[in-house]
């Protein structure tokens, strides 16, 4: 290995120039940065470093790791480098390393950008969220036509696979607090009703409440931090480990491939288990109303069956069937816009379910309003 150079000229215009010769390689003896800056300090005024590497014959990391200790030694003494000197690799390496180009991290103290500066940027971060969430729906959308054309590339298996986690594996906790749900709305309204010994409403109460909204809303948030949380971990690992990226480069459009089948598992799922809620809510009411306010289960049973009705049942599946959607699409959507890196999969996750929670409620809102208008 030819042994590594290192000559200092320092030209009369206040310019150190570096000439480096031989080989710069972790295995040689290497000249130390320390060596350059005592010749700076022995009196010589320099302005500038400037390097000539026409006799260097090979270089690996030990070149860098001098270079960035004799660049940042020179930041700190204000001396401006000149690279063009430099290989071109090595020119592309020192610029990546530069601090100029570190990924931010958190600021430590510092002055804080003026006032409309931050609601400027935030406002361009909420328009450019904005058109994202419409450019993802609108991919879904087109994957979900070529899905009904029988051309969406996607695995039956996956679908199969994903029916099953979010369904008979959510019931057991759908079932939980949907029944303590309705045990709730029982309490709260016999406290109510025993005043005026109506205590035989308690079922209509319960039984509109259950089917009508409580049951859907309760599954949706259940779902959005059971299933949405676990779609946008999913999606943010292999965003994180470029398995995303791999299926672009093979062909695939990661819309159809991933998210369709997880958005068609949810939109199956979610009314059944809707059906379920509500069930369980009811039989959580009729608990307390044959404990608590000595009601006959024949009783109750007739009571709930005279409030409910055609429309209150379907009115509650078509909740479940928009909070499908809107969970499956914030679970994947966070999923996709995951960062590459181990903390963004979990605020993806968390975001996921921020968004699937607050959808849900916005959703509810627009369509209570929508029936009330409609007479529904």
Sequence with gaps: MTPSELNIDTTSEGTLQLTLAGEWKLGNTLPQADGVLAHVAAGVKVQRLSFATGALEGWDSGLLIFLAKLFANCRRDGIIVDQSGLPAGVQKLMNLASPENQRTGVTHGGAHPPFLERVADAAHDQLKGFKEVLAFIGEATLAFAKMLRGKAEFRRLDLVTTIQETGA??????????LLVGMILAFVAAIQLKLFGA???VADVVGIGMVRVMGAIMTGIIMSGRTGAAFAAQLGTMQVNEEIDALESLGFSPVEFLVLPRMLALMLMMPLLCVYAD??????????????????????????KAALNLTHFLVGLFHSFVFGILVAVSGCLRGIQCERSASAVGYAATSAVVTGIVSIV???????LSCQVLGI
Excluded: F, K, R, W
Aim: net charge negative; hydrophobic share 55%; aromatic share 4%.
């Design 169 to 178: 594996q959510a019931l057991p906790i759908v079932c939980l607090i949907s």
């Design 362 to 368: 916005v959703a509810t809102a627009i369509i209570t």
């Design 199 to 201: 205590q035989i409403y």
């Design 279 to 304: 069930l369980m809510g009811v039989l959580g009411g009729m608990i307390v109303g044959v404990g608590m306010l000595d009601l006959g289960v024949i009783e109750y049973v007739n009571q709930s």
